[in-house]
């Protein structure tokens, strides 16, 4: 258990593993980061082999309890946890940190020049890696009393215990490792359709709450708070028609879905099926809204 030892060799960043039924790909995630000084596993009360692989890397394994109303297992995680280090790396099951990744994680934090870090992700989607995928930054190397999740839809109703598509919000400077992390999911694709289908839920939370606001033309241009994609392009999509046939057209044409084969075209599909089921929640809400309203 080299991640819990506080042995000098490891590098001092402590890393974070949100799981549930996690016992086809935990074994790689936790192998990957037995370069740090701890690793803590928080569990939603698996009922496979995903604690036993985990004592196996590490002894900080904690239980979840969520209430439905309270904070989400990350944000819970780094409110609570007794992180040994300042330095905190969030990684999912499903994803791996290649050993050029690693050392370049140690050398920035040694650096000083930033107080987190967007990692790129390289994703293997039925054993071919999609170049359409990526870039795909996600803020995951951070100190940890300077970043948390955004609050936006967090407690929508079917949507799980877990942060996924919420962006981390950083108090302080960032910068971007060159290296990507690995995501590769070893659960058969019902893993990948059940996750968006609950994916979806939190997404049309997301979209009828950015319906509501008034869209600021301004702001839109500048990119508001968080940036053009964080602001403006969300906004602004969530007003399009056609969106199934656009999110389609945008993998397969625009991000050249079609130089990865069938492999990019099925991703792709997928990618429209995911806005289609968020349009169809979508409606759903807003039906139920106006019927509240004259109800009323």
């Known amino acids: 258990m080299s991640t819990t030892s506080g042995h000098p060799a490891c590098a001092p960043v402590s890393v974070l593993v949100p799981v549930r039924n996690e016992e086809l790909n935990l074994d790689a995630a936790?192998?990957?980061?037995?370069?740090?000084?701890e690793v803590w596993v928080v569990d939603s009360h698996s009922t496979d082999g995903t604690v036993e692989i985990a004592r196996r890397f590490t002894d900080k394994i904690?239980?979840?309890?969520?209430?439905?109303?309270?904070?989400?297992?990350?944000?819970?995680?780094?409110?609570?946890?007794?992180?040994?280090?300042?330095?905190?790396?969030?990684?999912?099951a499903?994803?791996?940190?290649?050993?050029?990744?690693?050392?370049?994680?140690?050398?920035?934090?040694?650096?000083?020049?930033?107080?987190?870090?967007?990692?790129?992700?390289?994703?293997?989607?039925?054993?071919r890696s999609l170049s359409s995928f990526r870039p795909n930054w996600n803020l995951r190397l951070?100190?940890?009393?300077?970043?948390?999740?955004?609050?936006?839809?967090?407690n929508a109703p079917g949507t799980g215990d877990n942060e996924i598509h919420e962006h981390v919000v950083l108090n302080g400077r960032v910068g971007y490792l060159r290296s990507p992390m690995?995501?590769?999911?070893?659960?058969?694709?019902?893993?990948?359709?059940?996750?968006?289908?609950?994916?979806?839920?939190?997404?049309?939370?997301?979209?009828?709450?950015?319906?509501?606001?008034?869209?600021?033309l301004g702001a839109l241009l500048t990119g508001g708070p968080g940036g053009w994609r964080h602001y403006g392009l969300k906004r602004l999509w969530v007003r399009l028609p056609l969106r199934p046939a656009l999110r389609f057209a945008a993998f397969y044409f625009l991000r050249r879905g079609f130089l990865d084969g069938?492999?990019?075209?099925?991703?792709?599909?997928?990618?429209?099926?995911?806005?289609?089921?968020i349009g169809l929640k979508l409606r759903e809400l807003e039906q139920a809204d106006r019927a509240s309203r004259r109800g009323a």
């Open 30 to 37: 936790l192998a990957s980061v037995q370069w740090a000084d």
């Open 62 to 92: 904690v239980q979840f309890h969520y209430n439905g109303s309270g904070p989400k297992k990350k944000n819970w995680s780094l409110e609570t946890l007794p992180f040994r280090n300042d330095w905190v790396l969030i990684l999912d």
């Open 94 to 127: 499903d994803e791996r940190i290649t050993a050029d990744l690693a050392e370049e994680i140690q050398t920035v934090i040694r650096s000083h020049s930033a107080d987190g870090y967007y990692i790129d992700r390289e994703y293997v989607f039925m054993g």
């Open 142 to 154: 951070f100190r940890r009393r300077l970043g948390h999740y955004e609050l936006l839809g967090t």
């Open 182 to 216: 690995l995501h590769e999911d070893r659960r058969p694709l019902r893993a990948w359709i059940d996750n968006h289908n609950r994916y979806s839920d939190w997404e049309t939370t997301v979209y009828r709450q950015l319906r509501r606001e008034p869209l600021n």
């Open 262 to 277: 069938r492999q990019g075209f099925r991703y792709s599909v997928l990618m429209g099926y995911y806005e289609f089921l």
